[in-house]
């Protein structure tokens, strides 16, 4: 079992750098250069082993996941990535070696595809446990927040919601499962091209980490107003359909998690620049709904009855044991 | 018990902001403005329950260790801290809001007095543990870095060492202990005045969490030099003293950690500068050693003899069960 420092050196070999890391790990902190003109985006997010992942869970993929959900929330804000740290805990075990390898594999690999350098963070002993902060960068007032979405604005989803939280489902019945299903959970791909295809376009934005209905509802209070959602209009994936019934697939894509797609707004005047953006980058987009002014979210099935999902976002909460 | 976001909630109401964060909790990630001709310094943290602290001790002083810990790099660092997230895994207990309560009020009160803005994190439920990350500002290229030691530089240290460890073995002994011991161990003091007033005077930094070996041993390894350490002027607390007899306290100024003084270096001739800066900082410092070209970590008793510390800086992973 290798020690503290040891590990630290095994990632540090690894870690790839960029012209902006002045210094990078190796010292009590980073130093770092945000390009003039640019604010600087900060998120946090932890996995715990056993309530964010399957504890089975590969650590190729953990390291992929953990850093995906913090290059999404960037997505969501319409930043550049640039930089992260890694805290890392790990259980006493002798395949620290091993697991570390593998856990870099996924990590790096998704860093790379980002351009995103790991300058810091801890090692530290317990339960498994991962907290990523990621850092980009917006233009000076560009990025993409919650709380300017106005009534009439389109709400838009892009690509396919419901898969991840449909594995989860698979996985917690233990019967037959989807590889497809499986790989949204596990391998999350952050909207970065998007996002960044948004600036100027788009009124507000999310990502979908705990489920559509808790996450538009974050936008709907941080810009005091309501929204219609279509219930036939969302995205769905041929394998989520080909598992899953139209009655069942509702309360995965309102309430499950771990899509990592953005959810955002725009007035509907937008739509062909919208378009075109989401077509650059090679993904979908449907518009799902619109904004009203009177507050709360409303689902309306095809039969143009109201839908009420059950309680959202509380999932983390209950766990994946 | 409170979900997710009803935490965050109670976060985020307690949570001061400073006029250069954008846009602090609240969204999918902050917003933050590093003033020009500034290099960004970023560094993080964890503590674990039962590793980096007894799990009795009280949710205040986490707090406040929590943020202490990270401060203290930054200090090293030679950074004024601005900004900070939080990452703050919790076991599922009925006490939850009471104890996050407890803890920001350690944390806050430190930040509160440092200026730092608690400007994100995530909130998770698992083993406790505590993944701070904090950023603060250098004037560019003016960040006291480990690897900028020459032969021939004295080797300083603030304050006084090995109280922290002492607490630490006393609560381990179970048998009599010291409140002011265990004050430095639950309340570490980051040195920020220290570290900003030895700007363009220390020529290499450390904060001492491991240990005098293995921390100054990192500068070492950095600089390329050695240094010989006089153990007759290692700075020594009367309540250490009081408690802990020579040959017990070395180990633990040594190899024991937690303290989070400073360690740094600089020539001969930045003495009475370095002693004004530190006594307008109010803090005493004391020359321990020199810097020599051959390399190694030498410590030397005061009758002249040769003395080896254990094996030093793993003892997070030994755990404080």
């Known amino acids: 079992m290798p020690g503290e420092f040891a590990l630290i050196d095994r990632i540090r070999a690894r870690a790839r750098s960029r012209v902006d890391v002045l210094l990078g790990i190796g010292d009590d902190a980073a130093i770092l250069r945000v390009p003039a003109g640019h604010d600087l985006v900060v998120t946090s997010d932890t996995l715990v082993s056993g309530v964010h992942f399957p504890a ?23 930043a550049t990535p640039a930089w992260c740290t890694l805290a890392l805990t790990l259980p006493d075990a002798d395949a620290d070696a091993d697991w570390v390898d593998a856990f870099l594999d996924g990590f790096l690999e998704l860093a790379e595809r980002h351009d995103v ?23 000076e007032g560009q990025a993409l927040r919650r709380d300017g979405a106005h009534a009439g604005d389109e709400v838009w989803v892009t690509g396919s919601i419901g898969d991840a939280a449909g594995a989860l489902a698979q996985w917690r019945a233990r019967g037959p499962s989807s590889a497809k299903l499986r790989h949204r959970l596990d391998r999350p791909t952050p909207r970065i091209a998007v996002g960044l295809a948004l600036r100027g376009i788009a009124t507000a934005g999310i990502d979908l980490s705990d489920g ?42 309102l309430s499950g998690g771990d ?41 309306t099935t095809p039969e143009g009855e109201d839908y009420v999902p059950a309680a959202a976002g509380f999932q983390h909460f209950q766990g994946v044991h």
Not at 56 to 78: C, E, F, H, R, Y
Not at 232 to 241: M, N, W
């Open 117 to 139: 350098a790991l300058v810091g963070g801890d090692t530290t002993r317990g339960p498994l446990s991962i907290t990523v902060t990621a850092h980009g960068f917006v233009p």
């Open 56 to 78: 089975q869970t590969a650590p190729t993929d953990i390291g992929w996941k953990a850093l995906a959900v913090n290059l999404s929330d960037l997505a969501a804000m319409a």
């Open 259 to 299: 899509d990592y797609e953005l959810c955002f707004t725009a007035p509907a005047s937008a739509a062909f620049a919208i378009e075109q953006a989401l077509a650059a980058c090679d993904v979908t987009g449907t518009v799902v709904g619109q904004l009203v002014a009177e507050p709360g979210l409303r689902f």
């Open 212 to 253: 559509l209905a808790a996450d538009l509802g974050h936008v709907l209070a941080a810009s005091s107003v309501g929204a219609r959602i279509d219930l036939g209009r969302l995205p769905t994936s041929r394998t989520l359909a080909d598992h899953f019934e139209q009655a069942q697939r509702w309360p995965l894509q």
